[in-house]
Each structure stands twice: as C-alpha cells, then as structure tokens.
Nanobody
Framework: QVQLVEAGGGLVQVGGSVRLSCLAS????????VGWFRQPPGKERTFVAG???????KYGDSVKGRFTISRDNAKNTVYLQMNSLTPEDTAVYFC????????????????WGRGTQVTVSS
C-alpha cells in the first residue's frame, strides 16, 4: 500500500505561482509512475501532469509551458510547480501513482491522495 498526502495549496493571486508537494509513505516512489489530476468546482477530474520511471513527462494541454512536475525519490516526494496561474486553475489537486506507464485516466491509477485546494483569485 502507498499513502499519498498533498500539501502546498492555498489562495494565490492571478499570475502568481505555487508549488504543490506529495509525500508518499508505505512504499518508495521510485517504482511508480506519478502524476497530478485536478477537479474544479462542479466539473470532472482531469489530467494535469505525469512522470514515468525514466523521468519522461506528459502534460495536459491547458497547463503546458506553465506547470512542471518533478520527483525527488530520496525524499519520496512528487512536486508540481505551477506558474502564471489563472482563475481557471482553481481546483482540488490530487496526487496519483500507478505501475506501468503514464495514463490520462484517473481510474487507471492505483493510489491517490485526498487532494489539496488551490484557489486563484483576481
């Protein structure tokens, strides 16, 4: 079993930046594909970013060039650096992990956290 706990969310102004972190326990993350999803109020959960075991990354179209996923296996932590934020980025952000390859489907992930709220205010 893997437990994932997100942190770093909060209120940020338009154009600002925030870095989310996801601390894993129970297993080391170096054998997992990791990623982030988000769910805006009243909307579906969508793929944000993923990173495989070789360090290859994949991003959702709406965040390309603004968000960066990274991992520190020594700290068993995944990060999401979010820049140039807009109100459309307001959502609950979920950290996920799975075996095999990056998937853009939340249902295919084996582990996920409870999420952290990011609110972008103008």
């Amino acid at each position: 079993q893997v437990q994932l706990v997100e942190a770093g969310g909060g209120l940020v102004q338009v154009g600002g930046s925030v870095r989310l972190s996801c601390l894993a326990s129970g297993r080391t993350l170096d054998s997992f594909v990791v990623g982030w999803f988000r769910q805006p109020p009243g909307k579906e959960r969508t793929f944000v970013a993923g990173m495989d075991l070789r360090g290859s990354t994949k991003y959702g179209d709406s965040v390309k060039g603004r968000f960066t996923i990274s991992r520190d296996n020594a700290k068993n932590t995944v990060y999401l650096q979010m820049n140039s934020l807009t109100p459309e980025d307001t959502a609950v952000y979920f950290c996920v992990a799975r075996y095999n390859d990056i998937s853009t489907s939340f249902a295919l992930y084996h582990y996920w956290g409870r999420g952290t709220q990011v609110t972008v205010s103008s």
